[in-house]
Structures are given as structure tokens and as C-alpha cells.
């Protein structure tokens, strides 16, 4: 199920660069994954949630990628903390 969904993203972005996004449809991405149209609005219920998705992977990897730093217990701390207040 991940593999559909990944290969859905993978194509779609695909499409979406070479014709853009306002000209792709969930059709077209179906016929090119290879999978039924109901199958796309079951990963994703919208076109623009497709597009998204894209994004969060880059911010989930990002994330783990500052978690793994050492200063990022120094970011948690300093972002839980409360904005001091200008005189």
C-alpha cells in the first residue's frame, strides 16, 4: 500500500512538472501509475493533497535530520520557552 502511494506521488510530480499542476488530472496520474482514479482519491483524497504531500515528506526528513543534531536539544528547550517582552 505505501509502495502505491509513493509510486502515485512519484508519478504525479512527474506530470506535474512537465504539463503543471492547474493541467494535470487525477486521471492522467492514474493512467500513468497504473492504478484506477479511485485508487489516487483513496491516497489522496484531492489533487492538492497530492501536491502536498511532496512537501511533508521534505519537512518530516528535515525534522529528523535536526533531531539528530546535538544543538537540538538547545532548539526544544529555547522554543518551549516564553517570548521575553520588550520594554
Known amino acids: ?11 504525479a510530480f512527474t506530470l506535474f512538472r512537465e504539463k503543471g499542476f492547474e ?19 483513496r491516497h489522496y ?5 497530492l501536491a502536498l504531500s511532496g512537501f511533508a515528506k521534505v519537512f518530516e526528513a528535515a525534522l529528523e535530520d535536526l533531531g539528530a543534531c546535538p544543538a ?7 522554543s518551549r520557552q516564553r517570548p521575553r517582552r520588550r520594554p
Open 1 to 11: 500500500m505505501e509502495q502505491t502511494r509513493d509510486l502515485i506521488g512519484k508519478v
Open 72 to 78: 537540538s536539544g538547545l532548539i526544544r528547550r529555547r
Open 45 to 49: 483524497p484531492t489533487k492538492e493533497m
Open 23 to 41: 493541467a494535470t488530472t487525477v486521471e492522467e496520474i492514474a493512467a500513468a501509475a497504473e492504478v484506477g482514479a479511485r485508487t489516487v482519491y
